[in-house]
């Protein structure tokens, strides 16, 4: 009999509730730790940060907030592939170095175009014929805009002409560029191919110049742009990582449930093939699972099969895995490949235990979507209390707006909702203000832990953490607090 159970039950599996970090002799002020970590071996996050794939999630708002602060958001693919290519290319342009392919005009254009672009952006370069990278004739600043009838009068009679631009070439540094930037006193130093063509090729921004040192930790390419990434699923991922590329995106997400499957095997192979770029591949939650996306190409591999705030796989299917438990057993079977321990996170504790695990970076979802710059929409109930919608990918609601095949189901678009069996729910969670404070507690919450594990880095911190299991069903109540709460504090609201 015990044999028998022993073949069928493979062994006992671990929530995040379940275990506790064990503390450790320690020298570590907490604020001094560091919490840098590698997405891939070519991408580094400077916190173990990323956002959930998911249309009330991630948007460029909440990338661009998330990269600022050091980690990277993933664009959900509920979208065509040219609008979430442009969702990357928002957060590409926001704060760079060398902008490429700037929005640009042309002398023709009237100044009503120019004020339609300029709600974002500071100064427009006009080029010839209006592209991105024809012949500079000029650029349109805000000291331009005096005008006398927008609709009918056209950019030619307003802009700073190319001889009164800071003009320089291709090949200039990043350093040169901010150097002349400071000489001139200017706003935009304008990289052009020659003097003969004078195609633009980037333009470099000081407003930008600014944003680098009000975000010192913030996670940038080589060309100190923000990093951030996007999903595809198996049925167009190549010509949606394609568009995606071209946009400037960082890493593709291969983004199902169950990434132990030929075809998520196939589109990361495919995909490895025909471009040159960071995979990650999921989701997994077993040492197999985790060897064969690593064998198909994949950069690295996130880990959860239901550990999700919407998540209802586990019920509805009752297939999945503990987390901490998924987390361990595929961290071991990955290697030098980072995991990323996707879904389950409810407190700053589970981040701690994610990568005490070994894990490299967690994702989530709840816990941004009542943040302001999460897409969802805003609910105030009949008590005046604010709440932001959060579904699962995996809702009916998403999968009619084109999740369908993270589920391996019907095709998006298709009106037969009763065909669809729903993996996740639609639901709402806090409004809880700006993402920055919130991330801030959370990493708080992991530095802290580190100090109590005596580690300075997150290298250190995984070889370090040993655990103690707790009693089933006991950890979770001893660890919280039993007394009515007066006032939330930032890191524990009553909800819980
Ligand atoms: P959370 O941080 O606990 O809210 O989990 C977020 C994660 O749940 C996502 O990154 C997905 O991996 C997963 N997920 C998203 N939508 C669904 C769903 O509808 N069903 C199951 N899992 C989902």
């Known amino acids: 009999m015990a044999k028998l159970i022993e073949r069928k039950i493979e062994k006992l599996g671990l929530t995040y509730d379940d275990i506790l970090l064990r503390a450790e002799y320690s020298e570590m002020d907490p604020?001094?730790?560091?919490?840098?970590?590698?997405?891939?071996?070519?991408?580094?996050?400077?916190?173990?940060?990323?956002?959930?794939?998911?249309?009330?999630?991630?948007?460029?708002?909440?990338?661009?907030?998330?990269?600022?602060?050091?980690?990277?958001?993933?664009i959900h693919k509920n979208y065509s592939a040219e609008r979430q290519a442009e969702e990357v290319a928002l957060v590409k342009r926001f704060e760079s170095g060398f902008v490429e392919k700037p929005l640009t005009l042309s002398p023709a254009n009237?100044?009503?175009?120019?004020?339609?672009?300029?709600?974002?952006?500071?100064?427009?370069?006009?080029?010839?014929?209006?592209?991105?990278?024809?012949?500079?004739?000029?650029?349109?600043?805000?000291?331009?805009?005096?005008?006398?009838?927008?609709?009918?009068?056209?950019?030619?009679?307003?802009?700073?002409?190319?001889?009164?631009?800071?003009?320089?070439?291709?090949?200039?540094?990043?350093?040169?560029?901010?150097?002349?930037?400071?000489?001139?006193?200017?706003?935009?130093?304008?990289?052009?191919?020659?003097?003969?063509?004078?195609?633009?090729?980037?333009?470099?921004?000081?407003?930008?110049?600014?944003?680098?040192?009000?975000?010192?930790?913030?996670?940038?390419?080589?060309?100190?742009?923000?990093?951030?990434?996007?999903?595809?699923?198996?049925?167009?991922?190549?010509?949606?990582?394609?568009?995606?590329?071209?946009?400037?995106?960082?890493v593709i997400v291969v983004d199902t449930a169950h990434g132990h499957s030929k075809n998520v095997i196939d589109a990361i192979k495919d995909l490895k093939k025909n471009f040159d770029i960071n995979i990650i591949g999921g989701n997994v939650a077993t040492k197999d699972g985790t060897e064969a996306l690593i064998e198909a190409g994949a950069d690295a591999v996130k880990v959860g099969i239901g550990p999700g705030a919407i998540c209802t796989t586990r019920i509805v299917t009752g297939v999945g895995s503990p987390q901490a438990s998924a987390v361990l057993e595929c961290v071991e079977a990955a290697g030098d490949i980072p995991i990323i321990a996707d879904g389950g996170i409810k407190y700053s504790g589970d981040i701690a235990k994610a990568i005490g695990l070994g894990a490299n970076a967690v994702m989530i979802g709840g816990l941004f979507a009542g943040t302001n710059e999460a897409p969802g929409e805003t609910v105030i109930t009949e008590d005046h209390r604010v709440y932001k919608s959060y579904r699962g990918m995996g809702s009916i609601g998403a999968m009619m707006d084109g999740s369908a095949d993270r589920y391996f189901q019907t095709i998006p678009g298709e009106p037969n909702v009763k065909k669809l069996v729903a993996e996740g729910i639609e639901g709402m969670v806090p409004a809880i203000g700006p993402l920055a404070d919130h991330l801030y507690q959370l990493i708080g919450g992991l530095k802290q832990a580190m100090g109590y594990c005596g580690a300075k880095t997150i290298d250190e911190f995984q070889k370090k953490a040993t655990f103690i299991q707790a009693m089933p069903g006991t950890a979770s109540h001893e660890s919280h607090p039993r007394v009515d709460i007066l006032k939330d504090a930032p890191n524990y609201p009553r909800r819980t």
Do not use: H
């Open 31 to 74: 604020a001094k730790v560091n919490v840098a970590s590698n997405l891939t071996k070519k991408i580094k996050l400077k916190i173990p940060i990323l956002s959930a794939a998911m249309d009330t999630v991630t948007e460029a708002k909440l990338a661009i907030a998330l990269a600022l602060d050091g980690g990277l958001g993933i």
């Open 110 to 250: 009237t100044l009503r175009d120019a004020r339609e672009i300029n709600k974002k952006y500071s100064g427009i370069p006009i080029t010839k014929d209006g592209s991105s990278n024809g012949r500079l004739v000029g650029l349109l600043t805000s000291k331009d805009y005096y005008f006398d009838d927008p609709d009918t009068d056209t950019i030619d009679k307003y802009m700073t002409t190319f001889d009164d631009l800071v003009i320089d070439y291709e090949g200039i540094t990043l350093e040169q560029a901010n150097q002349r930037l400071k000489e001139s006193k200017k706003g935009k130093v304008l990289i052009i191919d020659n003097d003969k063509d004078r195609r633009l090729m980037s333009i470099v921004c000081r407003r930008d110049l600014e944003k680098n040192y009000d975000y010192p930790n913030s996670c940038k390419d080589e060309n100190k742009r923000l990093r951030v990434g996007a999903a595809v699923g198996v049925r167009d991922y190549k010509d949606r990582a394609g568009l995606l590329i071209k946009a400037g995106v960082d």
